[in-house]
């Protein structure tokens, strides 16, 4: 008979989730994830099958608690505005009392850009092309700029908000809120 398990797989992930935020991937061992999600390797490898999976599942973790800031870009109607807001939302939370430094996403994205792990690539494509029509989609309302135009802007955005993620993780939040003004002087 299958024993019933001791721990909520959400709290555990949650554990995990921020062990892998502070230390990335490769520095997080299992003992280390062992110790922070209170769970033993048996259980973390019948639960989530590898450090791979419990990693996946901790970016879903990740994902879910940041989607709040994208619904509320997705929802918004001020165009260039919102995309400027967004930008003030997703580095909030970098200014807090924890441990964590950064955006989750980016950091991985980072760690993971030259790696062989087409699992976990996949998952940082998906969420950066997400976050790239949603930029289109608000640059359309306030533009009449041509397809192509947009795509530029919409990539230079990306890629300003891959920057001011690991900005974050040393600079001011003083510096970081100059940097967005100045950002969106440009548009």
């Known amino acids: 008979m299958a024993r019933t398990k001791e721990y909520k797989e959400e709290e555990v992930i949650e554990k995990a989730m921020l062990l892998f935020w502070r230390n990335g991937y490769q520095g997080t061992s299992m003992q280390m994830l062992e110790r922070e999600m209170g769970i033993n390797k048996f259980s973390i490898y019948a639960s989530f099958g590898s450090k791979q999976g419990v990693f996946l599942?901790?970016?879903?973790?990740?994902?879910?608690?940041?989607?709040?800031?994208?619904?509320?870009?997705?929802?918004a109607s001020n165009g260039i505005a919102d995309i400027k807001q967004f930008f003030y939302d997703?580095?909030?939370?970098?200014?807090?009392?924890?441990?964590?430094?950064?955006c989750f996403v980016t950091n991985t994205y980072n760690e993971f850009s030259e790696s062989e792990d087409e699992?976990?690539?996949?998952?940082?494509?998906?969420?950066?092309?997400?976050?790239?029509?949603?930029?289109i989609e608000k640059l359309r309302s306030n533009a009449t700029k041509s397809d192509a135009e947009l795509l530029k802007y919409a990539d230079f955005l990306l890629l300003a908000k891959h920057g001011l993620a690991a900005a974050s993780r040393v600079n001011s939040r003083e510096e970081i809120e100059n940097y967005i003004e100045m950002l969106f002087t440009k548009f």
């Open 119 to 135: 699992l976990i690539k996949e998952q940082m494509r998906a969420f950066m092309a997400n976050l790239k029509l949603i930029f």
């Open 57 to 75: 599942e901790s970016l879903q973790c990740y994902k879910s608690k940041v989607n709040s800031v994208l619904e509320k870009l997705k929802k």
């Open 90 to 102: 997703s580095v909030s939370a970098n200014y807090t009392e924890d441990e964590q430094k950064g």
